[in-house]
Structures are given as structure tokens and as C-alpha cells.
């Protein structure tokens, strides 16, 4: 049918360009080269395309915003650095359809009129880093760049390279760190001056590989799919307790029920779901709500969201207690420290969260302390990631607080830690996924506890030298620092004991 011309999956990767085009008809890039940029721009925002790395913004309000710019110096950036715990579909895109990616790169490149384009990915992702090079020098070949520089840029493994505003620093040479909130890129691009602000357009890999069949087939024929919220289709990750993981293609707003079930084969064994989580960026969702259609405004209005559509399932034989203890660690540790009621607020949490499973430190308000931590991270921050720990931990806890009480009255019983499901890699022959067991070795300010691990980034600590959670005067933590090396006192246990004493006078 007509409307299969704007799925992105082939059933077997494109192992040449000749073999896309062969696949796709039209070549999408030479036609919209033809036609005025305002035309296929107008094209893009009559589609409803909404970026799929997890905002889930209209694409053509962001070309526009580009385009009519007054700074008439820009960039187009591909965002490749996917970090997201239970996401590994831009990944599986690049290795199987590297070429829509990088046509819709060229297309907005023609749009808001730039030589420029970059793409960001972790250095890492060695597999996808040969695929784009590969098929950039197909590109080049074929006559299609035009003078046109497309850069594969490897970053750190860091979470947050994925942030737009840290993505644009590493660009720039500096490290994952997120820039100001009132500097999005649209506003403060690559190698920005005050005289020129440079604004650059960031999307995601799977949003720039949607482009060239909407220029092909049109905007009509992309909204024959999906939803009016959400138009076209997506790719989900479904990862977890689940029979059938893997990285499916299906069109946007059929229900997560289909999704978890049909597609994904449902729960392992004579087992039930007990929650669903989109990576570590919303509100868990129980089951009560499956069927919620998996669009972008469906899942918000149930208080959640779509993200990247990487969902992470959760059966009836899993710690919900666990869950979140790895979720604020993983959060904590990423965090860049930049901000500092995040990285304290996260601290609190975690560190709460780990007490309840050790006798020798659960206490009763270790519950509350979780929670305060957890809630008050968000305060003037940068960027998402302590919103994201305000929604979700609190969700866990208080949907799940029977565990957590049962937890508390048993600290021993904990059971086997649970990991966080941050995807290495895909293995389609045993349809598994292969997880980052060093991230459970990271530390807060991204060294690593593996004494066999030649490589130490050390960014988050430098970025906040003079901090320690609280803002205290650079002189004040050097002499703390050494007063705990000389005494052994552990810093984090007093700070505990000072927020557990103000807790408790705040109820008198």
C-alpha cells in the first residue's frame, strides 16, 4: 500500500545507496533541490512531523524558527548521541537505513540554507560511526553533496551528551554540560558571538529520516498514518519483562496494550506487567492504562509521556523498591553537578533509596527523605533531567509504597539489585539486548570505581569545582575535602544526618 513509502525499517539494511533508491523511487534530495526552500518547508509543517527524540516538538515550527532567523549564519545537527535507558532505536536505524537520515539532514540543510551539518554521536557507536562514513562517501560519489560537509562528530558515553544545548558544546569542544535554559539552540548555535548568535537546527536521527518520503509522497500521504497529534510512524524499543524485546516499526496511537502484547509478545511465562516505563524521562504507567494510545498528547494527558518511545516493562516478580533505587542512581550519577540543588536534591534520594536495603542504615524516614530529595531537585536547572527525577521517583514510591513499606520492615530482603537497562548493543539472532554493566561502576563525577578501566572522564567534577552538593566557598570544601582524607569522616553520612535532624524538627 501507498502509505508503506513512509516507513523507515527495511526488512533487510540498505547495504548500498543504489539499493535505497531502487527501494524508495524518487530521489527525495534532488527534488526538493529543485523546488524553493519555502516549498518544502511548507511541506514538512502540513505533515504534523513531531521530533521523535523525545520532546516531540513540530518539526517545520523549528525549521521556520531557523529559516527566519535574522542571524542568517546556521547549522543543521543531527542528534546520534542516544543515551536514553531502554532505547536503542536510532541505532538499529542507522545500521539498516543510514541513507534517510542523512538525506533529511541534506534537506534541511537546503531549507534554512547551510553548508554546515554535523552529526553528534557517542564515540562509542562504532558500528553506526562506519555506517555513516560509509554512506556519506556513497553520497559523495553520486555528486550529491554539492560542496555540502557533512562531520561525524564522536563524543563522550555521558547521558547527558544527549541534551541539545550539551550536544552543541561538545561540538564545540568542550564537554557534555548544558548551557543555560534561555540559550536553546535556536538561539545560541555553534561558535556563537554576541554580534552572531548562530542559531543551529537540532533533530533527532529518526525525525530527519522521515523527511524524504514526505517530500517524495507529500505531506498528505504521511498523515494517512498515525494519529492528528502524532502523524506517520515511530520506533519503539521494548526492553525489560518481556517475551519478544526488540526494536519494532508501527504507526503512532495503537494502543500500548498492541504494542506491549501483539508486537511484543507480552509478559515471560505465567507472569503479569505490573508497570511500564519510558526510559527514566516520565511517570510510570500502570497497567489500568493500556489503552492509552501511544502518541505524544495521549500519553501526556495520563500524566506520562512517549520520550523515545523506549519502553522498559516491569513484571509482578521485579522489586518496584529496586527499580527505583537504580533510577536515582543512574540519575544522580549523570547529573552534571552544574546545578546544585540537582545533584544534592538526587543525592538525597539515592543515597535514601540505598539505606532501605542495608539494616545497618535504613531508618524510618529514609521513605521521606527519597521523596523530598527527589522533588526538590528541580530548582533553576538547565535541563530536564531533574524534572525527570521530580516525575518519576515520586511515581514509583507513592503508586508502590506497600513495597516500600515492606522494604523498610525488612531491610535485608531486599533481593538481587535491579540494572538499568542503558542498551550497549542488539544481538537479532537471540533477540537480545546487550546492557552496560559499568555504568553500575560510575561514579558521581564520571570516574569510574573499575580499577581495570584505563579511561576516566572527570568532567562533572571540574565543571563544579568548589561545589559539594550545597554551594559552599571554594576554600571551605578544600578544607572539608582534607579534613575527611585525614579523619575518614564521610561527608554524605553527615550531610544525612543534618537533613534527617532538620526533617524531623520540620514536623515538630
Known sequence: ??????????????????????????????????????????????????????????????WT?????????????????????????????????????LEGMLIAAHVVETRELHIAIKESFKQEIERLRGAIDELGKEDLLEGFEIKVVPGPEEYLFGEEKALLNVLEGGGPLP???????????????????????VNN???????PSIVRHGAASFRKLGTSDTPGTLLFTLSGDIAHPGVYEAEAGLTLRELFYRIGGGPRGPRSFKAALCGVSAAAIGPEKFETRADFGSLRMINAGLGSAGFILIDDMTSIPRVAQAVARFLYVESCNQCTACKHGLRTASGALDELFDPKTATADDFE??????????????CFLPVQAAQLIPALMTRFKPEFDAQAARPAAGGPRWRIPKILDFDETSRTFVTDVKQALKNPDWTYADQHSTKRHTVAAEASEGEAGVRLAPDVWHALK??????????????????????????R
Open 1 to 62: 500500500m501507498a502509505t508503506k513509502h513512509h516507513w523507515l525499517i527495511p526488512d533487510r539494511p540498505y547495504e548500498t545507496y543504489a539499493a535505497y533508491q531502487k527501494a524508495t523511487g524518487d530521489n527525495a534530495l534532488a527534488k526538493a533541490r529543485k523546488a524553493q526552500p519555502d516549498s518544502v518547508l511548507g511541506e514538512i509543517e502540513r505533515s504534523g512531523l513531531r521530533g521523535r527524540g523525545g520532546g516531540g516538538f513540530p518539526t517545520g515550527t523549528k
Open 65 to 101: 524558527t531557523i529559516r527566519n532567523h535574522p542571524c542568517k549564519k546556521h547549522a543543521v545537527v543531527c542528534n546520534a548521541a542516544e543515551g536514553e535507558p531502554g532505547t536503542f532505536k536510532d541505532r538499529f536505524l542507522l545500521r539498516r537505513n543510514p541513507y534517510a537520515v
Open 179 to 201: 548551557r543555560e535554559a534561555h540559550y536553546p539552540p535556536y538561539e545560541r548555535g555553534l561558535g556563537a558571538t554576541a554580534e552572531s548568535p548562530n542559531p543551529a537546527l
Open 205 to 211: 536521527v529518526e525525525t530527519f529520516a522521515h523527511v
Open 369 to 382: 527523605r527519597a521523596l523530598f530529595g527527589a522533588r526538590s531537585a528541580p530548582q533553576g536547572n538547565r
Open 482 to 507: 582534607e579534613l575527611a582524607d585525614v579523619t575518614g569522616i564521610e561527608l554524605d553520612r553527615q550531610v544525612n544526618e543534618a537533613l534527617r535532624d532538620w526533617l524531623k524538627r520540620g514536623r
